[in-house]
């Protein structure tokens, strides 16, 4: 098995040897899926390569500051003309988190996986992989110091944006010393650490209040007091007007409750379709209980799509979790 090292160098070469790239992240980006995105779309600017970003959704609103956030083409919305030989996909536990932009990858397309998932199967032909980095983000930032290309503020900020996300503002147990380290690099590079640590931690949409309200409205604890849950569904993210991104952080609330082990938020996508989102305490790996769904993720967060109806999924999915703890 090649080293960390080695495999930044032949993501240097993959890089360096083609041009004419398709960037692509997961479904419902988050800031680490975007910002990693936008800091690749930067890399091979720099390179003087052709490429086009893109995404099967949208980007959350709140992240349309960083470089160039707007050429993230939106298949909803846009679609592309050909196919693409060579492919560099972000922050996708697997394959199938790429979703509908596949259409676009031509027959025996080459692909770089950069990512930082345990459950990352290894699906490139190239894989750029380390799953104890904190996000994927600052596995672009050592890419970047091993191709050697001046950076700028833009490109720092977009660094730092998915660090400060997927660390939930450097509070959860993956902010190692090597995190603090680039964080203080990229701090003495001019990011404005406390106006982004507002602007994506703290400020709150109005929709995003209401919805959080309604979910909480449903919020539910096993009888031990270890498991704890709520749900929303289509019909509520119509009556608050809500968007996919203004459920970001609501499964932190049941997670948060003194002794419980386990949060889930069960968002309906359809009547027979449930996306289950998990968050651990630390005794429950809730990546490998993920992966029995199809899902995958973090130790501590991770997800999965069930196709059943709410009122299967729930009890399916307590049944795991009492099973895991």
């Known amino acids: 098995m090649q080293s960390y090292e080695q495999s930044l160098q032949q993501t240097r070469e993959f890089l360096l040897d083609h041009d004419d790239y398709l960037v692509v992240s997961h479904v419902q980006p988050d800031g680490d899926a975007v910002s990693s995105t936008l800091a690749v779309g930067w890399l091979l600017s720099c390179l003087g390569k052709k490429y086009t970003?893109?995404?099967?959704?949208?980007?959350?609103?709140?992240?349309?500051?960083?470089?160039?956030?707007?050429?993230?083409?939106?298949?909803?919305?846009?679609?592309?003309?050909?196919?693409?030989?060579?492919?560099?996909?972000?922050?996708?536990?697997?394959?199938?988190?790429?979703?509908?932009?596949?259409?676009?990858?031509?027959?025996?397309?080459?692909?770089?996986?950069?990512?930082?998932?345990?459950?990352?199967n290894g699906y490139g032909t190239v894989n750029l992989i380390k799953p104890d980095a904190a996000a994927t983000a600052e596995i672009l930032f050592d890419l970047l110091k091993v191709i050697g290309v001046e950076w700028n503020l833009e490109i720092a900020t977009a660094i730092y944006t998915g660090l400060l996300t997927d660390t939930g503002g450097f509070r959860y147990s993956n902010t190692s010393p090597k995190v603090m380290a680039t964080v203080s690099e990229l701090l003495s590079l001019g990011v404005n650490g406390p106006e982004l640590a507002e602007n994506l931690l703290e400020e709150?949409?109005?929709?995003q209040v209401k919805v959080l309200n309604r979910a909480l409205s449903t919020l539910q604890l096993s009888p031990e007091g270890h498991i704890a849950w709520v749900h929303v569904t289509p019909q509520d993210m119509i009556d608050c007007a809500a968007e996919n991104e203004d459920l970001e952080g609501i499964v932190n609330y049941p997670r948060n409750i003194r002794g419980v082990e386990v949060g889930i938020l069960f968002k309906v996508i359809h009547e027979n379709a449930v996306k289950v989102s998990l968050r651990s305490a630390g005794k429950v790996d809730v990546a490998a209980?993920?992966?029995?769904?199809?899902?995958?993720?973090?130790?501590?967060?991770?997800?999965?799509?069930?196709?059943?109806?709410?009122?299967q999924v729930i009890p399916l999915i307590l049944e795991e979790v009492r099973r895991h703890l």
């Open 53 to 120: 970003m893109i995404n099967e959704g949208p980007i959350p609103k709140r992240m349309e500051y960083l470089w160039h956030a707007s050429e993230i083409v939106n298949m909803s919305e846009q679609e592309l003309s050909g196919q693409y030989s060579h492919i560099i996909c972000v922050d996708c536990a697997d394959f199938e988190r790429v979703g509908r932009t596949q259409r676009y990858f031509a027959e025996g397309a080459k692909i770089l996986n950069i990512d930082h998932h345990p459950t990352n």
């Open 204 to 207: 709150m949409t109005l929709p």
């Open 289 to 311: 209980l993920a992966q029995t769904f199809g899902g995958g993720g973090h130790t501590r967060a991770a997800g999965a799509k069930v196709e059943a109806p709410l009122e």
